[in-house]
Structure formats: structure tokens, C-alpha cells
């Protein structure tokens, strides 16, 4: 199967400080980069985990609060300067087109195209799909419009018994149509069934994204299963009323999240600058749902193929 896995660039809310950059994250696919919100620093952050620039062509933004797009203006920019061309396409609330027209006005010699998607806020959405991946939209509920994003692998071709291929002499063509679940029918006329040539294809992998919200069961039923999910826990259960106040998620909420939604592992972020140690937080959400783990700048989560996330 094809590489599928998260880097973390950013894990702060609000504020960056030396250890912790403001939100982003990069989905990678057999080396090609989706990126995820763009916090100051995101570039510095790319090269300093060797993820290349000019891979990526899609930039996913939840939200249009600084510390998920005060990094955009400059990627931008390196992008033109470092030489790449072409399509760059933004998913977004239509307002950052505004924010940024002006500023691109004034970078020497843009080279790209950038081409904006307005995100629906209202109803869950398919933003990209291509044949290997598909990433879908979904509202969250925040201070200002808020979208997840969920990416999900497209289903992959049944896998041949190689053991039938030999026996039948199955020709290229054919075994192209019984990968996709066709039967085969032999030259007097009897049918084979598919079941009994093919074994059954890796489950698709998925990784959840859902960050700047308050607990929202209404996305159990899209996140569903996921993987890996990342869910932001800005504050500990101890401060739940500012959680509130502030239109975040507590830790204990972002368990209870993964726990309904049957996910198969709980990583959480966005944390407030008042935890020094965020293993009060940890703490919090294991007491519900047992695999979580905080992030930290630089952490790289892959799915593999079993349906397991590791770091590394």
C-alpha cells in the first residue's frame, strides 16, 4: 500500500513559543503533501522536518483566526521564489481570498496560480478527490466558521489468488476487470466467480482533522471509525467554563469524541500556553479513551496498512 501518513508542524493555540509553532500539519500520500491550516512559521517548520515545499499543491484552512493562516503569505511567497510553478489550491472561507489579494499584489514575480475554494460551513462537503485519496469537509462550531477535514483513501482493487491465475491462464485483460470484481467467464461459456479468484483489498485508511471547536457529537457519525484522529484540547476539564467561554474543546471532550466516534487512535493539540507539562492533559483524556497521545512539533504519525498509527 501506498505511504499514508501526518507530520505535526504546529501544535500551540494562539501564541507560538519556542517549543510549540501555531497549528499546522501536513498529510503526506506516496510523497505527495496536502497541507493542513498555516500557522506563523509553517515554512521554517517544513524544511526543518524535511518536508519539500514545492510538493504541495492543496492547503486545507479551517479557519480564518491568525494562528492558522499567518504563515500563508510567506509559504506563498518561498513557494514563487523557490521556483514552482503552476496550481496552488486553497480550501477556505472566501473572506482569506480578500485577506490575501492585497499582499500577493506586492510579491515579485508570482509565479503561481492560486486558485481558491470557498468552504460550505453548513453541510458536510467533498473539497478534493482524486483516485487516490478523497478529502471531505465538514462544520464545526467555533467564534467564526469552522470546517474539519477528514481524508480518506479511495477503496483499493480486490487483490488475485496468484495460485488461480497459473491454473486458468488468466489473461492480462481479464485479471484487470476481476481486480475490480469482475467473474470470469472461460471460453465454453462457464462462469467463475469473482470470490473465487480474488482475496479481499486493504481496508482504506482515513485521518481526521477537527480542530477550534467546542464538542460537537454531530461529527461522530462523519469521523466515524477514522483511523487517527487528531481533536484539539486547548484546556483540561478543570477550566471546562473557558473552554466554553472560548468556543474550545477540553481534553476529556476530545476523548469522549473519540470514544463515540470508535476511532482507532486519539491524538489532541492546540494547547493553551498556561501547560507548561500537558501530561495533565493526557492524563485526562486516557482516563476515557485509553490511546491517546499528545503531539509535539515534529511528531510523525503514519497509518499502516494493519490500520495502526505509530509515531516515529
Do not use: W
Amino acid at each position: 500500500m501506498l505511504p499514508f501518513d501526518v507530520t505535526i508542524l504546529g501544535s500551540s493555540s494562539a501564541t507560538p513559543s519556542p517549543e510549540r509553532f501555531t497549528t499546522s500539519q501536513v498529510v503526506s500520500q506516496n510523497e505527495r503533501l496536502f497541507l493542513i491550516d498555516c500557522g506563523e512559521g509553517t515554512q521554517i517548520q517544513l524544511q526543518k522536518y524535511g518536508k519539500k515545499i514545492g510538493r504541495i499543491n492543496h492547503i486545507f484552512i479551517s479557519h480564518l483566526h491568525g494562528d492558522h493562516i499567518f504563515g500563508l503569505p510567506g509559504l506563498i511567497s518561498s513557494m514563487s521564489m523557490n521556483g514552482k510553478k503552476g496550481e496552488v489550491h486553497i480550501y477556505s472561507h472566501s473572506d482569506l481570498q480578500v485577506i490575501l489579494s492585497t499582499m500577493m499584489k506586492y510579491m515579485n514575480d508570482l509565479n503561481l496560480k492560486i486558485i481558491f475554494h470557498p468552504l460550505n460551513f453548513r453541510r458536510n462537503a467533498v473539497v478534493y478527490e482524486d483516485s487516490k485519496i478523497k478529502v471531505e469537509s465538514f462544520p464545526l462550531k467555533h467564534r467564526i466558521p469552522c470546517c474539519g477535514f477528514i481524508f480518506r483513501e479511495q477503496p483499493q482493487d480486490l487483490h488475485l489468488r496468484k495460485e488461480k491465475v497459473m491454473e486458468l491462464n488468466i489473461p492480462f485483460l481479464d485479471r484487470i476487470r476481476i481486480k475490480k470484481g469482475a467473474d470470469l467467464v472461460l471460453s465454453d461459456g462457464s462462469v467463475i466467480p469473482n470470490s473465487d479468484l480474488t482475496l479481499p483489498a486493504e481496508k482504506p485508511r482515513s485521518f481526521a482533522y477537527c480542530t477550534d471547536t467546542v464538542m460537537l457529537e454531530k461529527i461522530i457519525p462523519v469521523i466515524e471509525g477514522a483511523d487517527l484522529l487528531y481533536h484539539e484540547a486547548t484546556f483540561s476539564d478543570a477550566v471546562s467554563e473557558l473552554a466554553v467561554k472560548t468556543y474550545h474543546s477540553t481534553a476529556k471532550q476530545a476523548a469522549q469524541i473519540a470514544l463515540k466516534a470508535n476511532v482507532g487512535k486519539l491524538i489532541i493539540g492546540h494547547f493553551s500556553s498556561r501547560y507548561k507539562d500537558v501530561n495533565v492533559l493526557v492524563d485526562e483524556a486516557r482516563e476515557i479513551f485509553p490511546n491517546t497521545y499528545a503531539v509535539n512539533d515534529g511528531d510523525h504519525f503514519e497509518i499502516r496498512k494493519d490500520n495502526q498509527s505509530v509515531s516515529c
